[in-house]
């Protein structure tokens, strides 16, 4: 159905993204070297999510702000797939399943840590969507993506509970 383009993970909330060869997706946590995986990301105790995806050719329509190098701070650049399609379903990624959570809208802080204009390029449901990782696998640039039939789980494996913070 579609293909991983890009793969990028950051050690802690704040830091830049850098694209990887590989990565093990872990089940109910995240991406192995991720922020949000080792609970290390800025938003992590208020808005959790495992794994982000972003369509590339969402990226493609973006101008007058740098996105090529993980600027978008996403963890999965896709090509060929309908992510909001992916609503409700389990797919699979490499050798990883994954679960879609819900679409993954810009906030503000973006722009704190890479430049202004981020959040609204990234706007326009161009800032992609969460997904949970389902069952464990790896994942490289060009594995391909695909859709489970819609008898397949869906149920993502769940993460430990998430702590409200204060507004910053």
Do not use: K
Request: charged share 25%; with cysteine; proline share 6%.
């Amino acid at each position: 159905m579609g293909t991983v383009e890009r793969v990028f993970v950051a050690e802690a909330g704040s830091r830049p993204m850098r694209a990887v060869d590989e990565v093990r997706a872990v089940a109910g946590r995240g991406l192995e070297g991720d922020r949000y995986a080792t609970r290390q990301g800025y938003w992590t105790d208020v808005d959790e999510c495992q794994v982000t995806l972003i369509a590339g050719e969402d990226l493609d329509a973006i101008s007058g702000v740098a996105v090529e190098d993980g600027q978008h701070r996403r963890n999965i650049v896709t090509r060929g797939v309908d992510l909001r399609a992916l609503a409700g379903r389990a797919f699979q990624v490499g050798e990883a399943t994954f679960a879609y959570d819900r679409p993954r809208p810009p906030c503000r802080y973006i722009e704190s840590i890479t430049e202004g204009g981020m959040t609204r390029a990234l706007a326009a449901r161009r800032g992609g969507i969460c997904a949970r990782v389902v069952e464990s696998g790896v994942i490289r640039p060009g594995d391909e993506i695909d859709v489970l039939p819609a008898d397949a789980t869906a149920t993502p494996a769940q993460p430990g509970p998430i702590h409200r913070l204060p507004n910053r």
